[in-house]
């Protein structure tokens, strides 16, 4: 659906040249939800604009649905971009419209007679669930709301694909989830290929199938969510999964209990898809003479799949630390001794 | 009662005089308007990185703005003397007074048409491009609407600023209630003329600020 080769895009500034997007590749499948991470400064914004060319790329080519994107002419280019919608972390709404009106507006773009754009956006208000706010002005909206009309708008034409431009970075976290389940909601529904980018390792877990992670210009990993999350390579990949699945309080949390109970050992397993609903630890007492101590655990769910990590205390004689051990490398659990290796 | 306090008043005179005003002041300030906002959208498309980023384009409208702002009213009335004798054919009545009053008016508007344009979120614009909008949609769906109440709230000091301007006209023989200011009352030493007409100037600024307010809060949904 999607297709990038060797694009780049290079700024000139005062201080020379910026590479913002350095030869980057990507090949994103019709219906998928495609998830770009990096940090600010990583060039996301700058690769997620290229897609529909509102940055237009140093070198490269772009093509999407088998136009190539940089060699349209401004008329044929205008058409593709109705094909290609876009939503903003700011929203970006008229203030000087109502939700009816700002949803009504890439219709009057697109030329459709008054009727038919009446219909559309009485279908597109139930779809995104607005239902009674047609009338109000955007600046009578909470963060949640607004991004609804801007999703709400970006479906009026029917699009392809939908560029998702942090989309949820202005909203809390109860709010994002809920964008998030609209947007894969469209997904099935409309068999919408989406593309976005974000700084949050949750929201790639949470509705994508694909990710890519973006390091000064570079796409530096890349896989499907569950692989990337069971062998993360690159450091910034590290950092990135660790958000999710190792929240910053469980390593004070496991380097207290280390120098208060220095005995036994101490493991972190990791649970990739099916595993993770495998008595495991049960199995681990019965058959090895050794006590096991959940120190903490947790269980996230991604597109492909569940994924989960556990760190235990494992405390018995050094034979039946061994061969617990031997067990627990040979079912299909990622190991890590992180004490008394 | 009027004539013991106003005795060298001839109301007949006065009511012609406001009629001048307002006429020359509606005249110019529906011309200027248009005018200014063209030239205001020119200011601000041909502005780096913008619709029609042209550097060279936006120096030569950004200098005939600035001179023509920064002309006196009082003298580019008389630069203007041998285009406005082109124009209307004469130098006398209200007529002959619009040609400078929209010629000084219009810049001073294009300039808050410009900064109006400005305060626009940016990222309304790249919405609305990222829809495949043309730029005549962008200009005539996303500039002026979002920029509305800016618009208006710039009309109305470039509206109270036309009506002086039209006392300045006045002086030179356009009419009106400067020139009655200064004719009957100033030279013929007749204070009260002076104190009217001078009344009367405050009444519709007071009204034009009045009514410019109340439409300006009316349009801002933000």
Redesign the interface.
């Known amino acids: 659906m999607i297709n990038l080769q060797s694009v780049r895009k290079v700024f000139q500034t005062k201080d020379g040249e910026v590479k913002a997007v350095d030869t980057v590749d990507l090949n994103i499948k019709q219906g998928e939800i495609y998830g770009i991470i990096g940090y600010s400064g990583a060039g996301k914004s700058t690769l997620i604009r290229i897609l ?1 060319m ?1 940055e237009r790329p140093t070198s490269g080519t772009v093509t999407i649905g088998g136009k190539n994107m940089s060699e349209l002419s401004p008329k044929k ?6 094909e ?3 939503i ?1 972390q ?1 929203f ?6 109502t939700v009816r009106e700002n949803i009504a ?2 219709l ?3 030329g459709y007679p008054k009727a038919k754009i009446k219909q559309r956006v009485d279908e597109l208000i139930d779809l995104v669930g607005l239902e009674g706010r047609g009338g109000s ?1 955007p ?1 009578q909206l909470s963060g949640g709301q607004k991004q609804r009309v801007g999703i709400a708008r970006a479906l009026a ?1 029917e699009p392809k694909v939908l ?1 998702c431009d942090e989309a949820t970075s202005a909203l809390d976290p109860k709010t994002t989830d809920s964008i998030l389940d609209l947007l894969v909601e469209i997904n099935q529904k409309l068999d919408l290929t989406i593309v976005l980018i974000t700084h949050e390792m949750h929201v790639i877990r949470k509705i994508c199938h694909r990710v890519a992670v973006m390091e000064q210009g570079r796409v530096v990993e890349e896989g499907d969510v569950l692989n990337v999350f069971k062998n993360p390579t690159e450091p910034i990949t590290k950092d990135f999964v660790k958000q999710v699945t190792e929240p910053e309080e469980t390593v004070d949390t496991i380097k207290q209990f280390i120098s208060e109970f220095p005995e036994g050992r101490i493991v972190q397993l990791t649970f990739i898809g099916g595993r993770a609903g495998q008595p495991l630890i049960t199995e681990l007492i019965r058959k090895y003479e050794v006590d096991v101590n959940i120190l903490q655990g947790k269980i996230t769910q991604t597109q492909n799949g569940p994924y989960g990590t556990l760190f235990i205390q494992i405390k018995g004689t050094e034979s039946a630390l061994a061969r617990a051990m031997e067990f627990l490398n040979s079912v299909q659990v990622e190991v890590e001794v992180i004490h008394n290796a | 009662m009027l004539s013991t306090w106003f005795p060298n008043v001839q109301w007949d005179v006065l009511l012609e005089a406001t009629k001048e005003t307002l006429y020359m002041s509606a005249i110019s300030v529906v011309i200027t308007f248009f005018l200014g906002l063209a030239l205001g959208l020119a200011l601000f498309l041909t502005s780096p990185g913008n619709l029609w980023g042209n550097k060279f384009l936006n120096s030569v409208i950004a200098i005939i703005v600035n001179v023509f702002r920064s002309i006196p009213f009082i003298i580019l009335i008389i630069l203007l003397i041998p285009f406005t004798r082109l124009i209307v054919g004469t130098m006398l009545g209200a007529e002959a007074a619009l040609p400078a009053l929209i010629v000084g008016a219009a810049p001073f508007y294009a300039r808050m048409v410009e900064i109006a344009l400005r305060e626009i ?1 940016k ?2 614009i ?9 730029n005549a ?1 962008i200009i005539f ?2 500039l002026i ?2 920029s ?1 109440p800016a618009l208006v709230s710039g009309i109305t000091v470039t509206a109270i600023a036309l009506v002086s301007y039209t006392a300045m006209a006045g002086v030179v023989g356009a009419g009106g209630l400067g020139n009655l200011a200064y004719m009957e009352g100033y030279q013929r030493d007749n204070a009260d003329v002076t104190l009217i007409s001078t009344a009367l100037i405050l009444v519709i600024v007071f009204v034009i600020q009045w009514i410019g307010d109340r439409i300006t809060t009316s ?1 801002d ?2």
């Open positions: 529909n509102l280019l205008r058409e593709a971009r109705q290609i919608s876009m903003f700011h970006n709404l008229l203030w000087s419209r507006f890439p009057e773009i697109a002005y600046s034409n560029l | 979120n990222g309304v790249e919405a609305a491009k990222s829809m495949g909008a043309t949609q769906k996303v609407p979002e509305t349009l949904k933000r």
